[in-house]
């Protein structure tokens, strides 16, 4: 019987990035889908139904901490771990990582992350 690969949903509005996160995880034997706001990573998330979400939290139409709301708010998506990345300073955005913080998230990675880095995280 063929393994079924997992399957990660990376809510990233770099286009850049995102390409370069999923060949990663497919290489990595992940299935990997992109999307690059919010709206749409809290539709993909109950569509693809992940087994895990790699969000940015600064992104368009409204924001990664609507994604988590989102996220939060249906027992389909509740339980879906979050793997949060972000080029945001803790020091300078003290107020946004304290309301972030309300948030299950399961791990944090800051920009500028290496693909060892990253894979790691997610295994």
């Given at each position: 019987?063929e393994e079924?690969?997992?399957?990660?949903?990376?809510?990233?509005?770099?286009?850049?990035?995102?390409?370069?996160?999923?060949?990663?995880?497919?290489?990595?034997?992940?299935?990997?889908?992109?999307?690059?706001?919010?709206i749409l990573?809290?539709?993909?998330?109950?569509?693809?139904?992940?087994?895990?979400?790699?969000?940015?939290?600064?992104?368009?139409?409204?924001?990664?901490?609507?994604?988590?709301?989102?996220?939060?708010?249906?027992?389909?998506?509740?339980?879906?771990?979050?793997?949060?990345?972000?080029?945001?300073?803790?020091?300078?955005?003290?107020?946004?990582?304290?309301?972030?913080?309300?948030?299950?998230?399961?791990?944090?990675?800051?920009?500028?992350?290496?693909?060892?880095?990253?894979?790691?995280?997610?295994?």
């Amino acid at each position: 019987m063929e393994e079924v690969s997992k399957k990660i949903l990376i809510i990233e509005d770099d286009l850049m990035l995102a390409k370069l996160m999923r060949r990663r995880f497919i290489a990595a034997g992940f299935q990997a889908l992109v999307v690059p706001d919010a709206i749409l990573g809290n539709q993909e998330a109950h569509q693809f139904k992940p087994d895990l979400i790699v969000l940015e939290v600064m992104l368009p139409g409204g924001g990664g901490l609507a994604v988590l709301k989102g996220l939060e708010s249906s027992v389909y998506t509740a339980a879906i771990p979050v793997l949060v990345i972000t080029g945001l300073e803790r020091d300078r955005y003290e107020g946004y990582f304290r309301e972030l913080s309300q948030f299950q998230v399961d791990g944090y990675l800051e920009k500028p992350f290496d693909g060892a880095k990253l894979l790691a995280e997610v295994e």
